[in-house]
């Protein structure tokens, strides 16, 4: 009861709507291995704190730091926009705070998508206060066409089409973050 399909070839029947297969789990893993490298060059001797978005980015955020190969720390921190549905609110709420004490440290924050990029744009004002002794952002997944608002994106995943996903942590109300390979609504 309630199974859903786990492999890259299947669809996904959420209702009258219908996801399909985007981003295999073999691209999603070689792409964690080249920016893992690409991280653990530009921070080496720095040990940066990466601090993921939760809940999205919290399955990005494991696979990615078994590719980095120096000395990293890792928190969270979670912020709400969305609700339960599948466009944003246009609002963003502070959830959980971040325990560890940024100041003087080099941040990373991980995020699974920028949308908008309303959330990211929040968050970096927010860790901006506490003066880091740098501030990067990776994503794994990016929206150039529905990009809102302008900052620098360090580590891009993939690029994708401004239509709604899930999968590989990115819920739809919640449910489908298991899944190991992400998939797009068909239209
Ligand atoms: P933004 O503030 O518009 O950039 O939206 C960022 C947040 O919205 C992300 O951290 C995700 O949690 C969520 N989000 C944006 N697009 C999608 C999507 O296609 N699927 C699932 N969640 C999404
Ligand atoms: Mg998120």
Redesign the pocket.
């Given at each position: 009861m309630d199974k859903i399909a786990n492999n890259s070839e299947d669809y996904i029947k959420v209702g009258n709507e219908k996801f399909v297969p985007l981003i295999t789990e073999a691209e999603i893993q070689k792409r964690n291995t080249e920016l893992g490298k690409k991280i653990s060059v530009d921070y080496k001797s720095k040990m940066p704190i990466l601090i993921g978005?939760l809940n999205?980015a919290f399955i990005f955020l494991a696979d990615l730091i078994k590719n980095i190969d120096i000395k990293c720390e890792v928190d969270f921190f979670k912020l709400s926009?969305?609700g339960d549905e599948k466009i944003?609110s246009g609002h963003?709420k502070l959830l959980k705070e971040l325990n560890a004490d940024i100041t003087d440290r080099h941040v990373i924050v991980v995020?699974?998508?920028?949308?908008?990029?309303?959330?990211?744009k929040f968050i970096l004002e927010m860790m901006s206060k506490s003066q880091p002794a740098s501030l990067s952002v990776a994503s794994l997944l990016v929206?150039p066409d529905s990009l809102k608002y302008d900052f620098k994106i360090d580590y891009i995943g993939f690029e994708i089409a401004d239509k709604?996903?899930?999968g590989y942590g990115?819920?739809?109300a919640q449910k489908y973050r298991n899944l190991r390979s992400i998939y797009v609504l068909s239209e």
């Open positions: 978005v999205g926009s969305y944003s963003v995020e699974d998508i920028i949308d908008s990029g309303l959330s990211m929206k709604f996903v899930i990115l819920d739809y």
